[in-house]
């Protein structure tokens, strides 16, 4: 993706490329179903733009936590009964970073995957935020931080690490923590639907 090309976007060329990124999506109720047996969650590859550049938000996990201490993650956490997917996805995000759950577009889903240590099925969903300077505030009772990375570093292929101990498959080092595990399978998944969308003109 040409991020040179993205950050001199007007607005209709970032509603055009957005338009074109729901294509390469699932549709919002039709990913699939989560692995029978697993317990069920669902995470936000959430975009937004600010200071003419696209970025994405990441929590960092409490050490101090029973599950995934530590941890960075996409925005997210278990599916209750009675809710949807995407509607677990939105709940996680007002309770964890803070936003306005409304103010989320949905644009559509990757298929979920399996973490078998875990026993998580988890879904990904994709979903754009209009706001330009969006106020996260992390939960304190799950998170250390919020923080943002840029999109193009995301897509930088050559940024992503491999097999470098003490982290497995591919990772990517980001500020003072790691990308990796989980939340780097499903963007495996995400970000090639992301570069498929571009180049924005």
């Given at each position: 993706m ?30 699939g ?5 697993a ?16 970025h ?8 101090d ?11 997210g956490?278990m ?7 995407w ?15 409304s103010e ?5 889903a990757?298929p ?6 875990t026993?998580?099925?988890?879904v ?7 706001s ?5 505030r ?13 999109l ?17 498959g591919?990772h990517?080092?980001?500020?003072d923590?790691?990308?990796?595990g ?11 639907r ?5 180049p924005?003109?």
């Amino acid at each position: 993706m040409s991020t040179r090309q993205l950050s001199k976007a007007s607005p209709e060329d970032v509603q055009a490329f957005l338009e074109r990124l729901s294509t390469h999506l699932l549709p919002l109720d039709g990913w699939g179903s989560f692995r029978v047996g697993a317990k069920s969650a669902a995470v936000t590859f959430i975009l937004y733009r600010h200071h003419e550049a696209w970025h994405v938000p990441f929590v960092l996990r409490r050490a101090d936590l029973p599950s995934h201490p530590g941890q960075v993650g996409l925005p997210g956490g278990m599916v209750r009964q009675k809710e949807s997917a995407w509607e677990a996805a939105v709940r996680e995000a007002e309770e964890e970073v803070g936003i306005q759950g409304s103010e989320l577009v949905p644009l559509g889903a990757g298929p979920p995957l399996y973490a078998a240590v875990t026993n998580f099925s988890v879904v990904p969903f994709v979903a754009w935020l209009p706001s330009p300077s969006p106020a996260f505030r992390p939960d304190p009772r799950e998170l250390d931080s919020v923080f943002e990375v840029r999109l193009d570093r995301l897509l930088d292929a050559e940024a992503w690490l491999e097999e470098v101990e003490p982290f497995r498959g591919p990772h990517l080092p980001v500020e003072d923590t790691v990308i990796w595990g989980l939340t780097a399978r499903l963007l495996a998944d995400v970000l090639p639907r992301v570069s498929a969308a571009a180049p924005v003109p």
